[in-house]
T-cell receptor
């Protein structure tokens, strides 16, 4: 069974469109994250949710809106897509918010904006 | 804010040779360090972590890392690599921001194993 899953795996769309990426974890974790990996493989956190509440928002444009309907799901909606949004987006989860926790990553969603 | 520097963007190695991937972090009172591996077209998987205690940490797939506080380093090593170790390796430091864990990653090191 996949611990952290994301859909879709690939997403190709045009500038200006709105798209969503879904994430689900079956590990029973209470904290979930979204990361962005750019074309140079650099990984940076975007958002963190704990018990469905937003706790980290790393100065991401407000075109990006995460939503957590329950502790097992964290979706990412992106409005008015731009070329610079092309990247691989990873969802992750952990148990708790402490600095010692291991984060479990999903397989990623490769977003290409044309 | 903490930062991580991975000194090599690419490391080519022959199969069965030893390898060391270098990582330096910015100094802090409490340091929690992680190495993650990303195989092609996959997500990240934890190799090992240093939280406290012994400075030599053993992880999966025969990897180990040594925490060196005086040199602010956390280098990853493997005595004999295999073709299957070809991947991107990320060093990360964990900190608490706004009451939540934040992983700060290095730029990654691409390990390529040649037969």
């Amino acid at each position: 069974d996949t611990a952290v899953s994301q859909t879709p795996k690939y997403l190709v769309t045009q500038m200006g469109n709105d798209k969503s990426i879904k994430c689900e974890q079956n590990l029973g974790h209470d904290t979930m994250y979204w990361y962005k990996q750019d074309s140079k493989k650099f990984l940076k956190i975007m958002f963190s949710y704990n018990n469905k509440e937003l706790i980290i928002n790393e100065t991401v444009p407000n075109r990006f809106s995460p939503k957590s309907p329950d502790k097992a799901h964290l979706n990412l909606h992106i409005n008015s897509l731009e070329l610079g949004d092309s990247a691989v987006y990873f969802c992750a989860s952990s148990q708790g918010v402490g600095p010692r926790n291991e984060q479990y990553f999903g397989p990623g969603t490769r977003l290409t904006v044309t | 804010a903490q930062s991580v520097t991975q000194l090599d963007s690419q490391v080519p190695v022959f199969e069965e040779a030893p390898v060391e991937l270098r990582c330096n972090y910015s100094s802090s009172v409490s340091v929690y360090l992680f190495w993650y591996v990303q195989y092609p077209n996959q997500g990240l998987q934890l190799l090992l972590k240093y939280l406290s205690g012994s400075t030599l940490v053993k992880g999966i797939n025969g990897f180990e890392a040594e925490f060196n506080k005086s040199q602010t380093s956390f280098h990853l090593r493997k005595p004999s690599v295999h073709i299957s170790d070809t991947a991107e390796y990320f060093c990360a430091v964990s900190e608490v921001i706004q009451g939540a864990q934040k992983l700060v990653f290095g730029q990654g090191t691409r390990l390529t194993i040649n037969p």
